[in-house]
């Protein structure tokens, strides 16, 4: 099951970028599970990728492609051609090489990705025999069928839209996402692609990319496991008619603002879809010393099996917080200054149970299907928030049978 | 369920140790939860406690009273007396003030510890009423009363006991452990009692506890939670005629050798219990440039979900560990040196999908019920082991019902 509101919102068509799907036939058999996405010559494109050091072959392919000004991408669910040494590199320069010949461009700027199983050698041939249908149904208006194309584990199709009003006129910026589970992503998610229609300089891109996935991807996880093939483009057109983006106007502010919002959306539709998830548990740390204990701290309670068991269940186990707090080798934390919120209602103060704590109060918090873990360290004035959810059966039940 | 055996073994009884325990009907109120333990005058103790910041009340006054030459213990089960703030403090000081009245000892000589929930206050009235009974049945032959007393979720008693032959005539070892869940001590384990009628002197004694606890408590995680309760305490009664144990002697290398070993037969007895654990894994990660690093690839691996579920399903979906491996942060990692290994199976060669490895094979070996996972990293000499085990259905039942 998944997470509050989960249905598609309305995708807006971004000028430049064309999707189109098709039926290669890796895993899955009754839907399309290639995505081919073009940009017009011209635009710029921005992308992070996974810090794990077993990354998959297209990531490497996609990181020395990445400098090349890439105009397309082609994406496939279902095996994730990681963990498949020289063969696997093989398999995605042929991907990036079959594409690159049915549409007469060169394959260093195609950008590869694949996402699904582990291990497995990719079905280079099936690909192949996909892609021309997939170039014949290049359009601008598929971005819900790109959405679905890329999805594994996931229950619903992710994405997220907005037209900023700007200064010379609108911009647009769509993205789509996939991942429930293999997520703690660290540069970028499991798969995000977001396009926009503005004229933005390859750098500046890059940069307000980075920063919007430091504050949105990277502060998701349901397991705690990075996975090997996380990747995150930023496409930009450059077919607005609104005058190029430059660092430190309004316009960049409103572009950088926007991007952070749409990764955030992105990110949150992820873990509204953990595997297994029945609650979105939002952890905020605050008083913290600087953004990296902040995150620790969350962290730490995001992964603790104890504390995700007891959403699961509805029970107001506070303890169990409490404890993760104190594991998080926080160097000389003290502990009586520490105060933990589930959202409005304080449970410890002062570092022990407050004394006004009752376990009705917590029972009606935890009833919720979304929750706010609030800890104060009392030792500065950062704050960071990371999203979870919580640890159910189903999440067993979909992981020991995920390659059956 | 539990792992392989679980059989209490014989547990030799100590000269000089007496344990009693009593029903003082804290949480469970169909067997004894209340553990007095007595040393005669004479010898020493040492002890290791939980790195947990928000480490409990009698942790607190433990630690306070262990330099005052401790020769009582008092254990309760059921509650943790843990993020109770000045009360618990208050609470695990009267505990021992009680017995120290029964017995006409100074209550500084006595150490405290408790486990179960967290966050509730201490049933004082109620330990303080099945004291008398436990001290009544204080006799050198309660060994295995005492290691059922200190059960919570266990679903078995965790006992070790060896007679060591020396120069000088024999030793005696016995121990007891408790743990099932919020297990990956730092320090110490859960709780762990163990008592020898050796003569060694406290620093000694505390010295060879720290180097066995490190070997055996330290590498054991269920689920990555840090308790705010882990205690091990190791008691010398001095009461063989073996000649005192000094450093740098074939005494003192037997015993400490003895020492690992009965910390090690007492870790694994946890993890054999980890709550739902249906597999014991091995995690041994070789070739790395110190054991620091070892340590943290073999963790990075015993907490990932998903490899702990793959494990569950017998599945080899090796590329989970993988993936785990390569999320471990270890700087400069070259993957074309990495090999992985399911017991004698190689899944992974040169970082890659071994040519010869078949699913059959990995299938053969994920149908047994313990299993190794042997990392090479191919970076240095340094070596170590961390055992952990599966996650299933039941451990998600029994921490979503843990307080119901």
């Known amino acids: 099951m998944a997470v509050g509101n989960i249905l598609l919102p309305k995708l807006y068509p971004v000028a430049g970028i064309s999707l189109g799907t098709s039926k290669a036939g890796i895993k899955q058999h009754d839907r399309d599970d290639l995505l081919v996405l073009q940009m017009l010559a011209g635009g710029s494109c921005a992308a992070v990728f996974t810090q794990n050091a077993f990354c998959a072959a297209p990531v490497e392919i996609a990181k020395s492609h990445l400098s090349q000004q ?26 990036c090489a079959s594409l690159a010949q049915n549409v007469a461009a060169n394959e260093m700027q195609v950008l590869p990705f694949s996402t699904g199983v582990i291990g497995e050698y990719l079905p ?12 014949e149904n290049l359009s601008e208006n598929n971005w819900s069928a790109a959405a679905h194309a890329i999805m ?19 911009i647009t910026l769509t993205g789509i996402s996939k991942g429930a589970g293999m997520i703690q992503p ?20 890059q940069e307000c990319l980075q920063i919007a996935t430091d504050l949105s991807f990277n502060r998701i996880t349901v397991d705690g496991d990075t996975s090997t093939n996380d990747s995150c483009v930023l496409m930009a057109s450059a077919s607005s008619k609104v005058p190029e983006i430059v660092k430190n106007t309004d316009n960049y502010n409103l572009f950088l603002a926007a991007i952070i919002e749409l990764c955030k959306d992105l990110s949150e539709a992820i873990i509204r879809d953990g595997e297994g998830a029945t609650k979105l548990i939002r952890i905020q740390v605050a008083e913290a010393l600087n953004d990296a204990e902040a995150v620790l701290v969350a962290k730490t309670i995001a992964h603790s099996p104890l504390v995700k068991t007891a959403f699961f269940a509805c029970d107001p186990n506070w303890g169990r917080i409490l404890a993760a707090v ?4 926080i160097t000389a934390l003290d502990i009586t200054k520490i105060g933990i919120y589930l959202d409005n209602v304080c ?14 109060a917590g029972q009606a918090v935890m009833d919720q299907a979304e929750i706010s873990i609030v800890v ?18 189903d999440y067993v039940k979909i992981n020991a049978e995920y390659r059956t």
Chains 1, 2 share one sequence.
């Open 376 to 393: 104060k360290l009392g030792r500065g004035e950062a704050i960071q928030e990371v999203l979870t959810c919580d640890l159910s059966y």
């Open 70 to 95: 890439p105009r397309w991408l082609i994406i496939n669910s279902g095996n994730a051609n990681a963990g498949t040494g020289k063969q696997g590199l093989d398999d995605a320069i042929n991907c």
């Open 326 to 329: 104190g594991r998080a080798e």
């Open 186 to 205: 660290n540069m970028a998610t499991m798969l995000g692609f977001i396009a926009t229609d503005a004229n933005i300089e390859a750098d500046l891109l």
């Open 124 to 135: 280079v041939a099936k690909i192949q025999a996909a892609i021309p249908v997939a170039i």
């Open 347 to 360: 449970i410890v103060n002062n570092g022990e149970r407050a004394h006004d704590y009752t376990e009705v």
């Open 152 to 170: 594994t584990t996931d229950t619903f199709a992710k994405g997220a839209s907005k037209i900023i009003a700007m200064n010379g006129g609108n």
